[in-house]
Nanobody
Framework: QLVESGGGLVQPGGSLRLSCAASGFTLDAYAIGWFRQAPGKEREGVSCISSGGSTNYADSVKGRFTISRDNAKNTVYLQMNSLKPEDTAVYYC????????????????WGQGTQVTVSS
């Protein structure tokens, strides 16, 4: 099971750090992706990190978001800086043993999501 936390309401230009914690298993062998879905829109890939630490980002968040993993804490983080209103969405983390990319259909298991709202 994956559990996301850290969402909330933030003003434009602000920052949030999302966490994706694993329960009942260790994350270190898995690639983890972050995805988001805004109302009326399809789910989109935001960032991912492989078991070896390689990272990938959507163009819309490059330079603003940073993904990292702390295997000792069994957690993957998404640091989000310079947030914009268009970043408003429910953010999900997902895991897969073999795939590491931004295609949501390839991921095997998902968290329940955390709401991020960027508004003044």
């Amino acid at each position: 099971q994956l559990v996301e936390s850290g969402g909330g309401l933030v003003q434009p230009g602000g920052s949030l750090r999302l966490s994706c914690a694993a329960s009942g298993f260790t994350l270190d062998a898995y690639a983890i992706g972050w995805f988001r879905q805004a109302p009326g829109k399809e789910r989109e890939g935001v960032s991912c990190i492989s078991s070896g630490g390689s990272t990938n980002y959507a163009d819309s968040v490059k330079g603003r978001f940073t993904i990292s993993r702390d295997n000792a804490k069994n957690t993957v983080y998404l640091q989000m800086n310079s947030l914009k209103p268009e970043d408003t969405a429910v953010y999900y983390c997902a895991g897969d043993l073999y795939y590491s990319g931004l295609n949501s259909y390839e991921y095997d298991f998902w968290g329940q999501g955390t709401q991020v709202t960027v508004s003044s």
